[in-house]
């Protein structure tokens, strides 16, 4: 597999268009996905969202039978 030309390390550090990837996106130094490492902070980026709604929904609920 070879590196894309359009994913290299400075394209991804000096440019901030609406076509850089997301911060989660984790590539190699060779300029491939790492494939791993994306998928460990995607779904520890998921988790915690997740986490943190259920916490605000639970602090709605208590508060509505506080009321």
Known sequence: ????PTRTTET???????HD???????TS???L???GTLFMSQTLW???HVRA????????????VD
């Open 1 to 4: 597999m070879t590196p894309s």
């Open 12 to 18: 991804l550090s000096s440019s901030h268009s609406r």
């Open 21 to 27: 990837p997301p911060l989660y996106v984790q590539f």
């Open 30 to 32: 060779q300029g491939t």
């Open 34 to 36: 790492d494939v791993p």
């Open 47 to 49: 988790t915690v969202g």
């Open 54 to 65: 259920l916490a605000d929904r639970m602090n709605d609920v208590e508060r509505w039978l």
